[in-house]
């Protein structure tokens, strides 16, 4: 099923004491995605399990999902643009990004579409074009290493070609976050994202109907 929802608008010591220096407390990244212990309170989000989006005015958030309510794609849509987010699992002691988008650049390449890398706002990312159903479609490759997980991000559109134009977009991925969880997976396997509870009563519903089921309420 695809569910879908549009987002609504120092000070120094006098003698030679000894002093203790203070606890280093690492301060929160100034933008996302973040991990959800350093996520900003008070924000508007989209709550899929592993990830949460912020509501970002006209962003329209698509999910496909199987009957189950395990989501298999996300979709971000803002005008000509799209965003598709994915989350993995990752080692504590290391990033995985380096290693993915060099994989990613071969599978391109076998392909036939070669791809280029450039320095955007997160480090490395990767552009290319590549030829779809609905033509040539260019896409840019983006991937963001938190604390044992990676967001892998892939614009398309006006976005993909021009960073400035990723706009709301942009915004939904800096507002990003993350919920790992505590479990031990697979390095690189997929967190689970889930349906929201509205949208999966929804689809129960829709499911029941389907099946012949009495509706609630019926004699």
């Known amino acids: 099923m695809i569910f879908s929802r549009k987002r609504a608008t120092g000070r120094h010591a006098s003698d030679e004491r000894t002093v203790e220096a203070p606890e280093t407390v690492e301060a929160a990244p100034a933008r996302g995605p973040y991990d959800v212990t350093e996520a900003p309170a008070g924000v ?53 990004w380096d290693e993915v988008r060099e994989e990613i650049r071969q599978s391109l390449f076998n392909d036939g579409a070669a791809a280029q890398e450039v320095t955007g706002e997160y480090g490395t990312e990767l552009r290319a074009r590549v030829r779809t159903e609905e033509g040539l479609t260019d896409l840019r490759f983006v991937g963001v290493d938190g604390p044992r997980w990676m967001v892998r991000a892939v614009y398309q559109g006006e976005a993909a070609t021009n960073p400035d134009a990723a706009g709301a977009l942009a915004r939904c991925m800096e507002g990003l976050v993350v919920d790992r969880g505590i479990e031990a997976k697979p390095v690189r396997e997929p967190l689970p994202l889930r349906l929201p509870r509205e949208a999966g009563e929804a689809a129960e519903q829709a499911a029941a109907a389907s099946e012949g089921a009495p509706a609630p309420g019926a004699n």
């Open 44 to 96: 508007q989000r989209l709550d899929l399990g592993s990830l949460q989006i912020p509501a970002v005015p006209d962003v329209e958030v698509r999910v496909q999902a199987d009957p189950q309510g395990v989501i298999q794609q996300v979709v971000l849509v803002h005008g000509q643009s799209a965003l598709q987010l994915g989350v993995f699992a990752a080692p504590r002691s290391e990033g995985i």
